[in-house]
């Protein structure tokens, strides 16, 4: 009843939110769109709208050996340091959840200030560590600085989700007679594994994105997609459906992650200050 | 994860005298040192490499030159100019994007708190920006829409009979700032509108009820209600914005001049493009100094509502 009255009142309001929606959608639907063009209709004045699509441009990148290294360099940093961060980030948050001690709040604040450190304030002493380590383009360099920048993040919102799990559900099975691995597997994991896989989602996206370390760290054998392409903003000719099918490939996963994880995705982001 | 939860739960069984003693009782050292201890060394090691190399005369060209500099480092820092400009360039980035998504991301959140059809889809399509890797962002404004010849409002304006305005020549800063708007507005209006779902619908039907306008639920129950929701968008908004980089790397290169330059490009350029580490540390512990009056105020606002 409250919902009907509310749509009589504005019917404004939708149409507002729509064209809002389709403006701020447009410069990635064009991006698309181009993709499917030829180099000379790309660019053409005035602008196509219908057009023949042509694939040519996706399996020009394909065919470019390069595209499937760069693309495999994201997705091995990405997971990588993923599955770091959830094993030494899971632990940890289910200790401060689950235990908390008068020093939780203290701890989880500096995790919290860590994260605030910026990245440029530190990219000399860093940059000049992994060239001595030899780690200077290797994907290695790139897990580990993606595990320690997103570890702050990971625990906040692992916290923030053991936090409100029933805690006594795992003494009540232990009083019921289940032992310690029946408790794991069928009391405990079920329970925890969501927020795992939302925090691990979280993780994968900010990985993904990342592009300061990224531009800064590789050079060749292990740039990932952010990095490869940045390297089109040197123009030589016409290749803006290239880049625009490049782009598409790079961004289409992430995309449909983070339509996925929308809520999660604020509490995480926010530190658990808005959920 | 199976040796995170045996050595907790291992520890009230070993010691059953202990049960009900909060958090006391078990040992939670191993599950938390492996975080802490590479928390602690992320954050010192680069920190005193930093500040240790912003005393110290050293160019990565010529290892000849080295030894203390004292305060040099900071004073040629500070009677440089593009220090100053570089500043600047970044608190109007910061607060130029923050104001202009805050003021939209809360009009828009309210707007998208009205049920419609197809709100799902509607907002899907407004936060997708925010997932879109920001060198691919740099490039499709840059290049397909703003590009002063082949760009889609280029083509526009020519239609029209206008003469095409070249973007990224005439307006710099402008049109950076254009490209993180649209990066963070999804942020921000996701937030927002997150912040708004969890408002209690009755307390709205009841002032619509008493006859308030739209404008006056917006400017005396929403606005308020998001009040903290704002400060912490704000805040982390300002953390991510101070450290802007893909978005100039891939467009202006800084330039034109100094036009684009903020601080993290400076310290770049100064490090990794001019190889003076001294320099660039300098500038480096300006910048941490500037961020951590930022996360002071940040970790405060979201220490005073957590909830252990």
Redesign the interface.
Known sequence: M??S???Q??PV??I???V???V??F??A??AL?SFKTEVE??Q???LLFFMPTLENYRAIFSEANYLLFAGNSVGIAVGATLLTLI?????A???A?????R??G???W???????????????????VRDAGLLDSRTALIVINT??N??IA?WMLFTFF?DLPKDI?EASRIDGAN?RQ??VHV??PLVMPGIASTGLLCI?LC??E??WS??LTAHNAAP???F??S??APQG?F?AK??AA?VL??AP??I???FS??Q??SG??????? | MSTAASATMGGPRAKPGKKKAIGGGVNTMPLLAPAVGLLLIWMIVPLAMTLFFAFRRYNLLNPMIHGWAGFNNFKYLFEDPALLHSLLVSVILVVGVIAITIILGSILAAIFNQPFPGQGVARVLMISPFFVMPTVSALVWKNLLMHPVSGLFAAFARMLGFQPIDWFGSFPLSSIMLILCWEWLPYAFLILFTALQSMDEEQLEAARLDGATAYNIFVSIQLPHMARAISVTIMIEMIFLLSVFAEIYVTTAGGPGFATTNLTFLIYQRALLAFNVGGASAAGVIAIILANIVSAFLTRSVGKRLEI
Not at chain 1, 269 to 275: C, D, I, R, W
């Open positions: 409250s919902h009255v509310a749509k009142r504005h309001a939708g507002i939110a729509w809002v929606a389709l701020m959608f410069p990635i064009w991006m181009a790309a660019v004045t005035p602008p030494i980030s899971v632990p940890a289910f200790a401060m689950f235990y908390p001690s008068p939780t709040r701890l989880l604040l995790m919290l200030s860590t994260k605030m450190l910026p990245a440029v304030g530190v990219l000399v002493p860093i940059y000049l560590l320690l920048s570890m702050p625990i936090r795992i310690l408790v794991l405990l994991l996206i993904w994105n592009a300061f531009l800064n997609l952010t990095a392409i940045a089109f903003s016409l803006w880049l625009s782009s790079a961004i992430i995309l992650f983070g339509w929308q809520k995705l604020v982001l926010t530190f658990g200050a808005v959920k």
